[in-house]
């Protein structure tokens, strides 16, 4: 991005035309579009006021060729991951806020990080008494790439600002931004499979639909365990055990594994405080864990591509983790089948 994109994004998010820009610097309307159109810069004595009225500093404004590679990117995310355990949220915020100080027009970076920590927080695997400064810095992230010029970074962004806003009890807020968020377009992702299948690269085509069934079972799981939540917090249990059923069924019938199939029966059967049931739920679900990797032997996406570190022993840590905060298992904890089960994932 130039300084010229850089003064356009930040001025029209900011609601400004280019006459207001000019007359609250003292230059002219054409100077301001010369800037944006890479014809001309702005003069260095003008630098600092500029910053000051698109509300960014001087660095950001400047910094305006600095790139970064989703390779970068990439490597920056993982190990902020891995050593969110262990040196906990402030060190990792830290070294978050001083990363994106180098990059502050990288949207991907800004979004990714913010959607890491956001989810650490929300999970809260750290016994933190004042999470507000963080969540308020998470929140102005997910407002600087709402709506950058990337559309499907602004719209991830747009949904994760949408939670954070009604996590405040911001709905009003939350509501407005659903409301621009545009409809699911079309996907071109099966006119990409013709054009594999007219070249007669079926490996390729047979990979993308994979891919899109993976996807769209993985999707109708997660609605459905939506829907599952929804019912138990109008406690219709019975309803909520026939979405469980189905999603079992769906897991079974794409080969995503036993897990899949049983987290929406333990769900479930704590929502209804019964120890029995839930325990036994559990149990299947610590039996079915490693069955997460099953769609990595299926026959059903052979022609996929899955990641050799599918990250299954750190999900292990987390899952352990919330299991010690959730104030909904307290009626569980010192049950010894408890205790047992938990202590299959250390």
Request: contains cysteine; glycine residues 4%.
């Amino acid at each position: 991005m130039n300084i010229g994109e850089t003064i356009r994004k930040n001025r029209k998010a900011l609601g400004m035309t280019q006459e207001y820009m000019a007359n609250q610097l003292g230059v002219s309307a054409p100077a301001v579009n010369k800037w944006e159109n890479g014809i001309s810069h702005p003069d260095i004595s003008i630098l600092a006021p500029l910053a000051r009225l698109l509300k960014i500093d001087v660095n950001e404004l400047l910094e305006f060729e600095e790139e970064l590679t989703d390779q970068e990117i990439g490597i920056f995310i993982r190990r902020l991951s891995e050593n969110m355990m262990s040196d906990g949220i402030e060190k990792s915020f830290q070294e978050t806020m001083d990363y994106i100080r180098q990059y502050p027009n990288s949207d991907k970076l800004i979004l990714w990080c913010a959607q890491i920590l956001n989810g650490y927080l929300v999970m809260k695997l750290q016994d933190l008494t004042d999470t507000k400064k963080y969540e308020d810095q998470i929140v102005k992230w997910f407002e600087k790439v709402a709506f950058c010029q990337d559309a499907e970074l602004a719209k991830s962004a747009q949904m994760s600002l949408a939670q954070s806003y009604m996590r405040d009890q911001k709905y009003e807020e939350a509501q407005k931004l659903l409301d621009k968020i545009p409809p699911v377009g079309f996907d071109n992702r099966i006119t990409q499979v013709q054009l594999y299948s007219e070249q007669g690269d079926f490996e390729a085509a047979l990979k993308e639909m994979e891919g899109m069934l993976y996807q769209s079972s993985s999707g109708l799981i997660s609605n459905a365990l939506h829907m599952v939540s929804l019912l138990c917090k109008q406690e219709k249990y019975e309803d909520a055990l026939k979405y469980a059923n189905r999603i079992s069924k769906v897991a079974s019938l794409f080969e995503l594994g036993d897990y899949a199939g049983t987290s929406s029966y333990f769900m479930i059967y704590v929502e209804m405080g019964n120890k029995e049931l839930a325990m036994d739920a559990m149990e299947q679900m610590m039996n079915g864990y490693d069955t997460i990797r099953e769609p990595k032997n299926s026959e059903l996406y052979q022609h996929m591509k899955f990641n050799k570190d599918d990250g299954l022993e750190k999900m292990k840590s987390l899952l352990l983790k919330s299991f010690d905060s959730d104030p909904r298992l307290d009626f569980l904890r010192e049950e010894p089948r408890y205790q047992q089960l938990c202590s299959k994932l250390e």
